[in-house]
């Protein structure tokens, strides 16, 4: 479409006064105006043989103006202004003409002929008498007088400056018609205006304000964070205001043991420290391995032998317990056999209930004329001392003496006209008289 597309088609009548004539719903009437308007608008911007960048983030979000690229003829050129230069050989006698003229050789886009055209940047003035001259400049010179400059690109959005950035209007050295300032660094940004670098505010710590070292600095760019160069987050164990973690309002320590469940578990003591806090295992708990804050418990019974042999143990949360076994008394610690337990199963008529050298309990030991009864460990049975000569020591002259069975033991005594103890007998003489 030609620049001034609109007036010539109204002028021929052409499409939006014969789609008055039409019968068209108003919705679909609006949307096709609308389409129609936006890529004429387009076309207007962009100079001839110019793309608009359509959905480009650099375009809607970097440009206070807007975003133009030339086609393949006319590279290194803004998008603005698009010319296609012509042929230095075969358009050698044009090309010296446009210099006499103070303007370049172009090749035009539909005829593919060549013409002699403002250079970019440059608007072509008309004098009297037919005349024409290329000026840059915001107040051109016409027939002796000033005038102000319809090719304000700053104004008319024909630039491709940055939004941290300004569209400054043309200088003589500028091919362009326009130049951008320097990037404004208190917006967040460095570079030429053209181009614009984030500045990274997070890098040293006089570039923020951050309460170092108890918050971190989280750099963000202006132009996608509403104007937030970068935000200040307290760091895991600190806690400030919704806007906190700067030096105007700083962090405060959060004291984790004060939450309930402890962060330690059951199995210690939190102790809050500036910015974190420390777990202390408790007696009988041990730290988790891998986990320098959870603490376990630890089973005694397993790893260590706290009790008595002659005890069971017993793990409990964070402690033990130890119990004599039946037959000892004590603390579990310390276990002495319970005579009273130990002897009471012994036959307290033949045996004795006897420590053992050991002193871990107590047997049943045979009294004194009894012996071990088969079977029987608490239980003893006599010996018959006078069945066996070798077991008593009763006269063993013939017809002397003779041995009496009793429980546990024997008697000897000596026989009729035998006197002594029985151990040993003689004859009685006077019995013999």
């Not at 939190?270 to 730290?287: D, I, M, Q, R, V």
Request: a negative charge.
């Amino acid at each position: 479409m030609q620049r001034g597309g609109i007036n010539n088609q109204n002028q021929e009548g052409g499409l939006f006064t014969k789609e008055s004539e039409l019968s068209i719903p108003p919705l679909i009437s609006l949307l096709f105006f609308h389409l129609f308007f936006i890529e004429f608008a387009e076309c207007r911007v962009c100079g001839e043989g110019g793309v608009r960048l359509k959905g480009e983030r650099l375009n809607i979000e970097r440009y206070v103006g807007a975003g133009c690229n030339c086609d393949g003829q006319s590279l290194g050129m803004d998008g603005f202004s698009c010319p296609v230069p012509c042929n230095r050989v075969k358009h050698k006698n044009v090309i010296n003409q446009c210099r006499k003229e103070k303007k370049e050789c172009q090749m035009d886009r539909k005829t593919s002929k060549p013409f002699c055209g403002c250079p970019m940047g440059s608007e072509l003035v008309k004098h009297q008498g037919g005349v024409n001259t290329c000026q840059r400049g915001d107040n051109l010179l016409v027939d002796d007088r000033i005038y102000v400059s319809a090719l304000n690109l700053c104004s008319a959005c024909k630039h491709k400056c940055h939004k941290a950035s300004k569209c400054v209007p043309t200088s003589k050295n500028n091919k362009y018609g326009y130049t951008c300032a320097p990037c404004q660094a208190a917006k967040g940004y460095q570079g030429d205006g053209f181009s614009c670098d984030d500045i990274d505010e997070c890098l040293e710590d006089s570039l923020n304000d951050c309460d170092v070292p108890n918050a971190d600095c989280e750099n963000r760019e202006p132009i996608y964070d509403d104007d937030l160069k970068y935000e200040c987050v307290c760091k895991d164990g600190w806690k400030g205001d919704p806007n906190g973690g700067y030096k105007s309002k700083p962090c405060k320590d959060e004291d984790e043991c004060a939450s309930l469940p402890s962060p330690c578990g059951d199995g210690a003591d939190c102790t809050n420290t500036p910015g974190s806090f420390t777990c202390t295992c408790k007696s009988g708990y041990a730290k988790k391995t891998g986990d320098n804050k959870e603490c376990v418990d630890i089973d005694e019974c397993a790893t260590q032998s706290p009790c008595h042999a002659q005890a069971s143990c017993s793990n409990t949360p964070g402690s033990y317990e130890c119990a004599c076994k039946n037959g000892f008394k004590g603390d579990g610690k310390t276990c002495n056999p319970d005579s009273d337990s130990l002897c009471g199963k012994c036959d307290n008529t033949t045996t004795n209930c006897v420590l053992t050298d050991a002193g871990d309990g107590y047997n049943c030991v045979c009294k004194s004329g009894y012996q071990k009864k088969g079977g029987s460990s608490t239980e003893c049975e006599d010996i018959s001392e006078c069945a066996t000569a070798s077991l008593n020591n009763c006269d063993k002259t013939p017809g002397y003496s003779m041995c009496i069975e009793r429980p546990g033991g024997y008697n000897c005594t000596c026989k009729k006209g035998y006197e002594g103890d029985g151990f040993s007998c003689k004859r009685n003489d006077n019995t013999n008289g």
